[in-house]
């Protein structure tokens, strides 16, 4: 396999957004101190979240790309799912990290994420590229596991 500059730009596009996950879910734990409710929190990002994205839709795509309301009837229901398991772990997250720390609920988040996306992987859920699980994945799957293991912080 050769590397092209698709890949290299995708890796480093994906590593940065990976690298943010920790902060956006530490502020967002802030955010839930200083208005005493994680769903009040959640509400905030989910606002600022929809403000960004449409702007660089329309800075991206202008502003006749904005969806319209029958183009909602194409997309088959499960899609929307999607913003439900959203709201779900920022809620998660936002609650948990200040009760076992942000690491720990990183960590934990990283678990689920593994186990998730192997089973996807493996069944070509939701239209994912098939993958089965092999030897050599399970090795490789068990060995983050571990490492995520030990990296946790006692509380």
Known sequence: MTITNFMIGST???FAAGFGIPMMANL???LNVKLSSPFAAVVVLTLV?????????ML???VGYLPK????????PVYFLAGVFFVFYITSVTWAAPQIGLG???FIVLLGQL??????DHFGLFGAIQSSITPKRILGLAVMVIGIILA???V
């Open 115 to 120: 186990t998730s996306a192997t089973v996807i």
């Open 104 to 106: 720990n609920a990183i």
């Open 152 to 154: 946790r912080k006692e």
């Open 49 to 57: 979240t929809f403000v960004t994205s449409s702007i660089v839709l």
């Open 12 to 14: 480093l596009l994906l």
């Open 60 to 62: 991206t795509h202008g």
């Open 69 to 76: 309301a029958n183009d909602f009837n194409a997309i088959p």
């Open 28 to 30: 967002n734990a802030g």
